[in-house]
């Protein structure tokens, strides 16, 4: 990118900028997140799930939704890498991954929803 012209001199010097900025593969995996996080109950979901490990008959009751609508959310979830589950006999489990993404996305929803997460 250091050899990057501009086709306006505005005085402003990026280029140093230009070259540490994230590639547009980057971009993207951020893009897919906020694609997947764009529905409103997916994020009711996660935002339990980063508070407590439950069953999807549970999180169906607290969220107001059909078991195979919550459980298609879980997927998704899941498939992300935000949420993880285990097996216990015929039950499954599911709770928060804990990662750095998942506790940087809960800040965030902290922060923009202007509460404060009670210590579970």
């Known amino acids: 990118?250091?050899?990057l012209k501009l086709?306006?001199?505005?005085?402003?010097?990026?280029?140093?900028?230009l070259d540490q900025m994230p590639g547009t593969e980057d971009f993207q995996v951020v893009s897919d997140l906020f694609?997947?996080?764009s529905d409103s109950s997916r994020i009711r979901?996660?935002?339990?799930?980063?508070?407590?490990?439950?069953?999807?008959?549970n999180i169906s009751a607290m969220v107001g939704m059909s078991s195979p609508a919550v459980s298609h959310h879980l997927r998704l979830l899941r498939d992300s890498g935000l949420v993880v589950s285990r097996r216990e006999g015929?039950?499954?489990?599911?709770?928060?991954?804990d990662n750095e993404r998942v506790q940087h996305l809960h800040r965030m929803f902290e922060v923009m929803l202007q509460i404060s997460c009670p210590n579970l």
């Open 35 to 37: 694609k997947l996080l």
């Open 45 to 57: 979901i996660f935002w339990i799930l980063c508070h407590c490990e439950e069953c999807v008959i």
């Open 90 to 97: 015929k039950e499954v489990y599911y709770t928060a991954a």
């Open 7 to 17: 086709p306006h001199d505005h005085g402003q010097t990026l280029e140093y900028k």
């Open 1 to 3: 990118m250091a050899d």
